[in-house]
């Protein structure tokens, strides 16, 4: 294994640590001396690594919701690769998210609890990657239209602000999925995943008008 590999190893066991932790025990109770042994590190790694805990915890931000982001975009690319509309990719998107959240737990609750604490120091970077991955969401609701072309089914409504409707996506998605997760894990990920996607297809896909 080269320094590389090494290197990206010991960041990712440091960031699982950290993520699980602060999950359990919130971050003002988490210690760097916990983070590295559950790491199977040395406490000196996490600074060699990181300058601070609050270091640590910021590039955790940013790297799951690169993640989160990178799955999004995939999702969305291979529908539309597939020659699906609007309704099609926002699904994709939908079981992407679900997907990420069941593989990645502790950082979905870890985002949605840090939302709401603005005096954090890591608040700008939180607000950077909530922008990264709600605009991943605004790119597809902006997108070409489904089928039937610019008037078909896959057009959204005309008066819809699109980056609050992203927001409110990105929002649901997550809090669908922590409660899923906490309450309800029996249920399989193919229920979950159905319940929400006929939710917000209706919505915004434009496969729920009547009229």
């Not at 029996?186 to 009229?211: D, K, N, T």
Request: glycine share 12%.
């Amino acid at each position: 294994m080269d320094s590389g590999t090494r290197w990206n190893a010991t960041r990712q066991r440091l960031y699982e640590a950290a993520v699980s932790l602060v999950a359990e025990q919130g971050f003002s109770a988490t210690t760097v001396e916990e983070i590295a042994e559950r790491a199977g590190v040395a406490k000196g790694t996490v600074y060699y690594n990181f300058s601070s805990k609050t270091g640590l915890l910021e590039a955790l931000l940013r790297h799951g919701a690169g993640l989160l982001s990178a799955s999004l975009e995939r999702a969305a690319a291979d529908a539309a690769g597939r020659g699906g509309g609007r309704p099609e990719v926002l699904d994709a998107m939908i079981r992407a998210g679900l997907v990420f959240a069941d593989r990645c737990p502790a950082f979905a609750q870890l985002y949605v609890a840090e939302l709401w604490r603005t005096k954090r120091p890591w608040h700008a970077t939180l607000t950077a990657v909530r922008r990264q991955v709600v605009t991943v969401v605004e790119e597809a609701l902006r997108g070409g239209a489904g089928p039937g072309g610019p008037e078909g089914p896959g057009r959204p409504d005309e008066d819809a602000d699109v980056s609050l409707t992203a927001s409110a996506v990105v929002g649901t998605l997550l809090m669908t999925a922590l409660d899923w997760k906490t309450f309800q894990p029996e249920r399989p990920l193919e229920e979950v995943h159905g319940a929400l996607s006929r939710l917000l297809r209706g919505r915004i896909g434009g496969s729920g008008r009547s009229g």
